[in-house]
């Protein structure tokens, strides 16, 4: 029979165990014992569910995957976005929930990029073995990322939310991982030693967050290694963790990495490495291969004599940085005390005067980020580094001190003589909280003062005054004006800042007169790059963070090199009792009240001022049509249309500005301007963006350059 020539691989079977313990029995086989089997195969096909039952590769809407997403789906606030979804039960499979795909019954893919979610990510997530893609990246979730993630996936990404915490260790069990995309997060602490097993890793993206201390020596053994995203972080050391990977990609900017650059990682064709500490000079005899081998750490076997030589030669460096920084101290511009390096970001490598004002047509170091000093709450970043194309020996860190700086306390009495007593031929501008006057000092120093009005109705104490003079005062970047000082007496509030001499970018773009010199668009581009920096430092250096509210064209004031200092920083403590604190056209849909604001309100308002920027017009101008009245409403529908766009080009312009770097212009702004919040990026994406417009515009003026084709008229004055 053919039971019979089957049994023996039967024999594990306890039913069939019963089988032949009835045949044993003398029970006839033909009888009962076909009963037994039966029942047996009746009793197996039972039990085989029940086994399946919570197998997550088998019906996971009854098993603990679907557990899981019901989990995922209550921690991320039962979102309506999620279709198909629910808090209890359900088939994922099955039901067609929004972002799961599945083979056969086995949930494979979670793919919930970009959707506007919001909370946190659960704690089931191991159960989770059958998926391989992990997407949850551009929402706004929170907390930290659960310890135990999906085992077997091959891709995760996380980046652009707000998660914090540390890295969890369990990544260092996940061997069939090859992509872990975490940038753009709030992640803090040290890297462990969890990335030995991750042979098949291929990409790893770290960038944009708050992680320190020196890279573990397990990322040595990330062989399959091609991209490695580590910039705008806070990691320290030597390289020589990392020195023999065969990268191909390889971006370290924006640390406080030290030693110098391995020469294996030197030879990567698409390798950043600006804004670190690295050691000038060539590398020492032995210095390569000492850090090369044990990442800079323990001993280098440097001699006595080599170490003298280096520090003399680091003496000889410092005083000839001494000696430049002296030379661009006689500038006419008494109140500018910051370092400048050779190529820094935020003025022209090559200026030229023009009439009454100055500009460039030269190109900028769009890589370099600004010089962060800092008080008493230290923000994340404390030091410019600056740095040009590969020659990462020539930088050099330009550091203000961290003590808190010292404003000079004016009297009420010097300030009305520096304004002949606050006359309107001095007044330059009238804002929410206050006038701004132009003051002349009886030995030649020109500032702006800016009275404090609301600060009496609020009946704010001058403790509290003091208090606000003390925050403004830490905030320290090149595009943030400058708080010199202070003035408090009874009944008067003053604030002294750096004056700069082309007003605002409100009156370059919307009061000059048909005879002024209109910005160039490579102008613009920078105007735009340098104000996304310093909301960037309020938003994401600054340590808690600053909310602006007060982003418009009026307070981004323009100095000789038409270089962009954003005002009233610090000042949103004088707006909460004020709905219209921007004006008509910069308020985001979301700030019905002055509790509304967020960093993302502040975003909207500066893709306003890139829309002013494109296409020259106000935000709001009622002597227009109604449909072009408020510029985002009329805008933003042709932001993606070529053809459109061109059309929508300030006039002043004349046509000559870079095809692709208008378009991407356009891009940056369509998502700052998004009416969601959650949708629009974060500063640090902005800036990103921003500088690829600056690269565009550079490059096109090299070509035309190269090709003589940037023949300017005599009277045309460096704009092109």
């Known amino acids: 029979m053919a039971f019979s020539e089957n049994k023996n691989s039967l024999s594990s079977n306890p039913f069939c165990e019963t089988l032949r313990l009835g045949e044993a029995q003398g029970f006839p086989r033909n009888n009962l014992g076909f009963a037994f089997l039966g029942i047996g195969i009746l009793l197996s096909g039972l039990l085989f569910a029940w086994n399946h039952r919570s197998n997550p590769r088998f019906t996971p809407s009854r098993g603990w995957p679907v557990s899981a997403l019901n989990v995922i789906y209550t921690s991320l606030n039962s979102p309506s976005q999620l279709t198909g979804w629910a808090s209890s039960g359900g088939d994922p499979c099955g039901d067609d929930w929004k ?33 391989t893609n992990f997407d949850l990246s551009k929402n706004n979730l929170n907390g930290d990322i659960p310890y135990q993630l ?22 260092s069990q996940m061997t069939d991982l090859k992509y872990l995309n975490l940038n753009s997060n709030q992640l803090s602490g040290q890297l462990t030693d969890m990335f030995g097993q991750l042979h098949s890793l291929s990409l790893l993206d770290l960038s944009f967050n708050r992680l320190s201390g020196s890279l573990p020596q397990s990322m040595g053994s990330l062989s399959s290694l091609k991209t490695l995203n580590l910039q705008n972080n806070q990691f320290s050391g030597s390289l020589g963790a990392i020195a023999h990977l065969q990268l191909e990609d390889l971006n370290i900017e ?55 030589l280096i520090v003399v030669a680091s003496l000889a460096v410092t005083l000839c940085l001494m000696a430049l920084f002296k030379r661009k101290s006689s500038a006419p511009s008494h109140y500018i005390d910051e370092h400048f390096s050779q190529n820094r970001s935020f003025t022209p490598l090559v200026e030229k005067e023009v009439t009454g004002r100055k500009d460039s047509s030269s190109s900028i170091d769009i890589k370099t980020m600004g010089t962060y000093s800092v008080g008493p709450k230290p923000p994340l970043v404390d030091a410019q580094k600056s740095f040009s194309g590969n020659e990462f020996a020539k930088k050099f860190n330009s550091k203000r001190s961290t003590d808190p700086i010292s404003l000079t306390n004016y009297s009420l009495e010097d300030l009305e003589a520096a304004t002949e007593d606050f006359s309107s031929r001095h007044l330059l501008g009238e804002g929410s909280i206050g006038c701004a006057y132009k003051a002349k000092f009886a030995d030649g120093k020109v500032l702006t003062v800016k009275k404090i009005e609301t600060l009496h109705s609020s009946g704010s104490s001058s403790y509290d005054f003091m208090e606000i003079v003390s925050g403004i005062s830490k905030l320290r970047h090149p595009n943030i004006a400058e708080l010199l000082g202070y003035c ?28 002024s010199k209109p910005l160039t668009w490579e102008t613009r581009v920078r105007i735009a790059l340098g104000t996304a920096r310093a909301i960037e430092y309020l938003h994401e250096v600054c340590s808690p963070c600053v909310i602006h509210k007060n982003i418009k064209s009026a307070n981004i004031l323009l100095d000789a090199e038409l270089n962009p200092h954003l005002a009233d920083s610090g000042l949103a403590f004088f707006f909460e009792d004020t709905n219209e604190n921007l004006g008509p056209g910069y308020n985001a849909p979301e700030c019905t009240k002055p509790s509304a604001y967020t960093i993302k309100s502040d975003v909207y308002s500066f893709g306003v001022v890139m829309l002013e920027l494109l296409t020259g017009r106000m935000p709001f101008d009622s002597y227009t049509t109604r449909v072009q009245q408020s510029l985002v409403r009329w805008a933003a529908p042709q932001l993606h249309d070529i053809d459109a766009l061109s059309g929508m080009v300030d006039p002043a312009l004349r046509g000559l500005y870079p095809p692709k770097s208008l378009s991407r212009f356009a891009d940056v702004i369509a998502l700052c301007i998004q009416s969601e919040p959650e949708f629009r990026p974060a500063m640090s994406e902005v800036v990103q963006a921003v500088a690829r417009c600056s690269q565009s515009t550079s490059f096109s003026k090299r070509m035309r350059e190269g090709l003589g084709a940037s023949r300017r008229s005599d009277d045309s004055d460096g704009y092109y």
């Open 254 to 308: 924006n640390n406080h990495f030290t030693g110098w650059i391995p020469s294996k990682l030197k030879s990567i064709d698409n390798l950043k490495a600006g804004g670190n500490s690295w050691s000038s000079g060539p590398a020492p005899p032995g210095m390569s291969k000492a850090a090369d081998s044990n990442g800079g750490k323990g001993k280098s076997g440097l001699s006595g004599v080599t170490i003298a």
């Open 150 to 171: 999906p085992p077997n996936c091959v891709n995760i990404n996380l980046a652009g939310n707000t998660l914090t915490g540390g890295i969890p260790y369990s990544i």
């Open 99 to 131: 972002g799961i795909a599945c083979s056969g019954s086995s949930v494979t893919e979670i793919n919930l990029s970009g959707l506007g979610l919001s909370g946190t990510l659960g704690y089931k997530l191991s159960s989770l073995t059958s998926v």
């Open 488 to 515: 408090s007496e009874p009944g008067h509030k003053f604030l002294v800042y750096e004056y700069q001499w082309n007003g605002s970018l409100h009156g370059f773009l919307h009061l000059s007169d048909e005879y």
